[in-house]
């Protein structure tokens, strides 16, 4: 089993800049892949941005150019720097980590934290 622990939420105004930690525990040799889905009120649940274990990189085209992933191989953390945030990216930010269990294709979830952007 893996654990996920996001932290680094909170309220910025429109412009400012916010840093997601994501910190994994348990089975974490079963993890390949690591990312951030948001959800906002009423909205489905969308990906922000994946990492792969080699560091390849993917985006949603929303956040391109102002947000950027990037991961600890080292201490099973994947992190999403947000830099000009806007109204918009006011979700609850999920960090997952993707993997095997038991030979099968299997994601983990975090809890979720409230990322809240004011204009």
């Known amino acids: 089993q893996v654990q996920l622990v996001e932290s680094g939420g909170g309220s910025v105004q429109a412009g400012g800049s916010l840093r997601l930690s994501c910190e994994a525990s348990?089975?974490?040799?079963?993890?390949?892949?690591m990312g951030w889905h948001r959800q906002a009120a009423g909205k489905q649940r969308e990906l922000v941005a994946v990492?792969?274990?080699?560091?390849?990189?993917s985006y949603a085209d929303s956040v391109k150019g102002r947000f950027t992933i990037s991961r600890d191989n080292a201490k099973i953390m994947v992190f999403l720097q947000m830099n000009s945030l806007k109204p918009e990216d006011t979700a609850v930010y999920y960090c997952?980590?993707?993997?095997?269990?038991?030979?099968?294709?299997?994601?983990?979830w975090g809890q979720g934290t409230q990322v809240t952007v004011s204009s």
């Open positions: 990492i792969g274990i080699n560091g390849s990189t």
């Open positions: 997952k980590a993707g993997g095997l269990r038991g030979g099968y294709d299997y994601d983990w």
């Open positions: 348990g089975s974490i040799f079963s993890i390949n892949t």
